[in-house]
């Protein structure tokens, strides 16, 4: 299955900051994905990257809060923008990975003071 | 809308006894059905996915259309098994997860 190494993997930052979060994956893939996971809770997804596209977002979530780059098949970033205590979650970057299912990075733990 | 659900917040058991975390799912057409676990301090890992009909680390799924479930099951649990479960759905090619709420599974010595 695919490796995916994700940093940071956790960030305290002050309200009205920025972070990028970055993923890195060991082979070329279609698709990634951002979820984000609040706290006590599961798993909801973000936005969808596909290289060489504006990303896709879900509802509730827009690109001027949560910028996505994908500059190649191997590489995404998010950031958080202009973060409120709200924004404390755990993010993480997905890829499909063929018969394994799909893959997750490591996530990234912020907390927004 | 398509919709995962896992109506256990908390599933607590005694080693060796038999464990099932429920899933009901709403999609109208044929769903791809994954469980992934996620141990303490570890990232979320796949556990097992429907089409592949495996069974790992001793768990079974199987996926009845007509009841629109995706159970995970074990005959004995082991003190390892604790962790968090989440049941995920996907429509199939490249499209995203859709993740339950998610289960704790507890298994007391």
């Known amino acids: 299955s695919a490796v995916i190494s994700q940093k940071p993997s956790r960030d305290i930052c002050q309200r009205g900051t920025s972070l990028t979060i970055q993923c890195q994956v060991d082979?070329?893939?279609?698709?990634m994905f951002w979820y984000r996971q609040q706290p006590g809770q599961s798993l909801t997804l973000i936005a969808t990257?596909?290289?060489?596209?504006?990303?896709?977002?879900e509802s509730g979530f827009v690109i001027d809060k949560f910028p996505i780059s994908r500059p190649n098949l191997t590489f995404s970033t998010l950031t958080v923008s202009n973060m409120s205590p709200e924004d404390s979650s755990i993010y993480l970057c997905s890829v499909e990975s063929g018969n394994y299912g799909y893959t997750f990075g490591s996530g990234t733990r912020l907390t927004v003071v | 809308a398509q919709r995962v659900t896992q109506p256990e917040k908390l599933l607590s058991v005694f080693k060796g006894a038999p464990v099932e975390l429920k899933c009901n799912y709403s999609?109208?057409?044929?769903?791809?059905l994954f469980w992934y676990v996620q141990y303490s301090r570890q990232r979320l890992q796949l556990l097992l996915r429907h089409i592949s009909r495996e069974s790992i680390k001793g768990f079974t799924a199987d996926l009845n259309k007509g009841e629109t479930s995706f159970h995970l099951k074990k005959p004995f649990a082991q003190e390892e098994d604790s962790a968090m479960y989440y049941c995920a759905l996907s429509t199939g090619g490249y499209n995203k997860l859709i993740f339950g709420a998610g289960t704790r599974l507890a298994v007391h010595p």
């Open positions: 990257a596909n290289q060489g596209s504006e990303a896709t977002y």
């Open positions: 999609y109208s057409g044929s769903p791809e």
């Open positions: 082979s070329q893939v279609t698709m």
